[in-house]
């Protein structure tokens, strides 16, 4: 027999739809009664069944079509659903008209959270709609066809949201400005209705997507209106009552409160804006009282307050700039300050000098790394400032040079790493010697820093009264790595002769053991020797002649005498100005006598005494050779010493006929008394000579600089010129315009340069 094929029954919307509204209704309006599960499964079947009906005779409705066999139905069901929702929001709008405010809100949240609860339960039910009909309509292009879910939000934005939304926002606005004004409200209402405006951002293009259009719209426009009318008008009575420092106090809060706010119940995306309203009228608007009250912080050293303005006008273009302009005038002010107090002192007292630009430095150093977060414009302000007060100020101006900062912190650093009983821990010296190098970074003429310590450095080397060899590698290598290897090559090379003189002295002590006629020769002296490079070292030959004494003539034939064994052909330059020695004494001091410890020109004239009980200056000059201004001053420090004594007693000054003689009242607590202490104007002289030395030296290094740009110019207007040469040497020292001038000027008699013809201020390189 032929199988017999019963046609299935076909559902109606009007069979299933009194059962749907039943389930949708209860789920809306009572979502927390019992709902079982076989009723969940009776209302998404209606839903399956009705739009899976197979249509024989033809479609129900025109928008139906053949897919695989089977007409998927929905836009009915679609539309009776649509219109229920309406009407349930009719209901809601009903209840909701006559409340206000907090009141208002309450409703509106508690039915949004109710409504959008169950419509996620309904989506479920009405999945099948949503995967077929729906999805088919939306790729046909369809616009107005959502989502269940989405249909719920549009239709609710549309039918409930926009007749409230003009109340709803202003009653969010009137809990916001309560709680501005120190009310507690209820901000989980408040991020639930906000929540709310959120979600009803449907991107009409993909409604899947949230565009926060609403929220935009409706709510953020009018918070942000409202927020600059509520600030202006409290900033602007608050800083007329109060002082600018308890104005920021005031404004530092608000900002924070409103992060909170953010944070507590707005969108993430608001935050840009509001901060961008709140510092537009809570800061720009009062920047100049802000700028003026400046000045003031600084000088009552209100470190909390300025680093409260730096904070905030950090947060507005251009805010900082006056501040930084101010800090330089300030601190530069300061500074001048600073070293005025300390007057003429400072002139002979390096400690007191560099210690006191160490402390204006140091307490706006730790302003601007703290209270202005090591900013680079406050770090550049600083820097232009010290460079300033630095390099000129009172004690530069009474030296009469700028070359005198330099100089000074050249000897301070030289007192800290000279052997003293009140050398600090080496931790602390290595800070000392980083203390040392800030102020060395703001000295403009470092050449004159270099020639000074180098002399200096030798002089420590020379005489053994180095601290530390591994401090003095440690200064050094600062130096090198601020000025590069140039600036410290020939530091290091003095280094190397040291070590080298040393394995000398060894060779020529062993050539004299077992050797008698040598050790008669030598007399039982101990004798040690240096031998330096001259291109490592700043030493000048002496300025006088010097005979030397008896005593010590053999040590020094013997070592001349094994020098040129070892090395032929190398000539020795004898530098007696820095040599020293010691004398024992046999008529004062006791049994054990005294220990002097002097330099060789005062051993040459004590020595005298060894034959003579008086004798006048002539006698000594005669005997020793020694010019009239370094006769004087050996005679002026050993009368200082109370070693010798005048016989008229006057110890201020020396004549040619002054008889001296040996003090045999001379005594000292200690055994070994150190009398070799130049007099203030063997001091003088030599500074002098050295800043000499360094004016020499500059107008060598300009002239090079000058080849060395022309050479590759060839031809070069004067201005250009000088701007180049600037450039190239003041990472050394600030050339003067005038010297540079002067420098051509030799150049171009030197025939390495040439004048224009017919243009005077154009110079051209001569090959």
Same mark, same amino acid.
């Given at each position: ?32 009664? @019992? ?64 409340? /206000?405010? %907090? ?33 088919? @309509? ?71 997507? =949230? ?29 007329? =009552? ?47 009282? /802000?700028?003026? %009250? ?38 530069? =002010? ?90 600090? @821990? ?186 003579? %009980? ?20 050996? +005679? ?7 070693? +010798? ?54 107008? +060598? ?10 050479? /590759? ?55």
């Amino acid at each position: 027999m032929a199988a017999q094929h019963a046609a299935p029954k076909r559902v109606t919307l009007d069979d299933i739809w009194p059962n749907l509204e039943n389930g949708v209704h209860q789920l809306l309006t009572n979502l927390n009664t @019992e709902f079982p599960k076989d009723r969940w499964m009776d209302l998404y079947s209606s839903v399956y069944n009705y739009c899976t009906t197979t249509q024989r005779g033809g479609p129900a409705n025109g928008n139906s079509r053949n897919i695989s066999g089977a007409n998927f139905v929905g836009e009915e069901l679609y539309n009776r659903l649509s219109d229920f929702l309406k009407r349930h929001m009719k209901e809601i709008l009903r209840i909701a008209e006559p409340k /206000m405010d %907090e009141t208002l809100l309450t409703y509106y949240h508690v039915e949004w959270e109710r409504y959008t609860t169950a419509m996620k339960f309904i989506n479920h039910i009405f999945q099948y709609l949503n995967r077929h009909w729906i999805k088919r @309509e939306a790729d046909d292009g369809k616009k107005e066809v959502y989502e269940v879910y989405t249909l719920s939000l549009v239709i609710w934005r549309d039918n409930l949201f926009q007749p409230l939304r003009t109340r709803i926002t202003q009653g969010l606005l009137n809990l916001i400005v309560a709680e501005r004004n120190g009310e507690q409200i209820n901000t989980a209402l408040v991020r639930g209705v906000v929540n709310a405006y959120v979600s009803l951002g449907l991107n009409k293009e993909k409604p899947k997507e =949230n565009t926060l259009q609403v929220y935009k719209d409706f709510f953020e426009v009018d918070f942000l209106a409202a927020t600059e009318g509520y600030y202006t008008s409290e900033s602007a009575e608050f800083i007329a =009552n109060n002082s600018v420092a308890d104005y920021m106090k005031k404004v530092e809060i608000r900002l924070a409160e409103e992060l909170r706010r953010v944070t507590q119940y707005l969108h993430s995306s608001t935050e840009l804006e509001l901060v961008s309203k709140c510092d537009r009228v809570l800061i720009e608007r009062h920047v100049e009282r /802000m700028w003026n %009250e400046f000045q003031s912080l600084l000088q009552d050293d209100k470190v909390d307050d300025l680093a409260r303005m730096y904070s905030l006008l950090s947060r507005i273009a251009r805010g900082l700039e006056p501040l930084r302009t101010t800090m330089e005038k300030h601190v530069q =002010n300061v500074g001048l300050d600073a070293i005025s107090n300390i007057g003429s002192a400072a002139l002979n007292d390096p400690k007191l000098y560099v210690e006191t630009i160490l402390r204006v430095f140091k307490k706006y150093n730790d302003l601007v790394t703290g209270a202005f977060r090591s900013d680079s414009g406050f770090v550049a302000s600083l820097d232009k400032a010290c460079r300033r007060f630095i390099n000129e100020n009172q004690v530069t101006i009474a030296a009469k040079s700028s070359s005198k900062s330099p100089e000074l912190l050249a000897r301070f650093t030289d007192l800290l790493l000279k052997k003293s009983p009140k050398n600090p @821990e080496e931790a602390e010296m290595e800070q000392l010697l980083a203390d040392v190098m800030i102020v060395f970074k703001y000295i403009e003429d470092k050449d004159v820093f270099q020639t000074f310590y180098s002399k200096m450095l030798a002089k420590r080397l020379i005489h053994g009264t180095s601290a530390s060899e591994d401090l003095e590698g440690i200064m050094i290598g600062k130096l090198k790595s601020t000025c590069g290897y140039e600036y410290t090559s020939k530091l290091q090379r003095m280094f190397t002769d040291m070590s080298l003189s040393r394995e000398l002295l060894e060779r020529f002590k062993a050539s004299l053991e077992g050797d008698e006629s040598a050790d008669s020769t030598m007399g039982g002296l101990d004798f040690s020797i240096l031998v330096l490079a001259t291109g490592s070292w700043p030493l000048q030959p002496p300025s006088t002649n010097f005979s030397i004494p008896l005593e010590l003539q053999a040590a020094e034939s013997l070592f001349q005498k094994f020098y040129q064994n070892q090395h032929s052909g190398r000539k020795l330059n004898w530098l007696h100005q820095l040599s020293k020695g010691e004398l024992r004494t046999r008529y004062a001091g006791g049994k054990t006598g005294y220990t002097l410890q002097a330099s060789t020109y005062q051993m040459g004239v004590l020595l005298q005494f060894n034959t003579e %009980e008086f004798m006048t200056t002539e006698d000594i000059q005669i005997a020793t050779q020694l010019t009239d201004s370094t006769l004087k001053a050996t +005679l002026l420090s050993l009368m200082k010493a109370k070693v +010798l004594t005048p016989e008229d007693g006057d110890e201020d000054d020396v004549q040619k006929t002054s008889r001296f003689q040996v003090n045999r009242q001379f005594k000292s607590k200690k055994t070994k008394v150190l009398i070799n202490v130049p007099v203030p104007q063997q001091v003088r002289e030599e500074n002098d000579s050295t800043h000499k030395t360094v004016e020499e030296d500059r107008k +060598l290094q300009i002239q090079a600089a000058v080849v060395r740009i022309m050479k /590759m110019r060839k031809r070069l207007q004067h201005g250009n010129l000088m701007s180049e040469v600037i450039s190239q040497l003041q990472v050394r020292f600030k050339p003067k315009v005038s010297v540079i001038k002067k420098c051509i000027d030799i150049l171009i008699e030197k025939e390495y340069l040439k004048r224009e013809e017919g243009q005077k201020d154009v110079y051209s390189y001569i090959a």
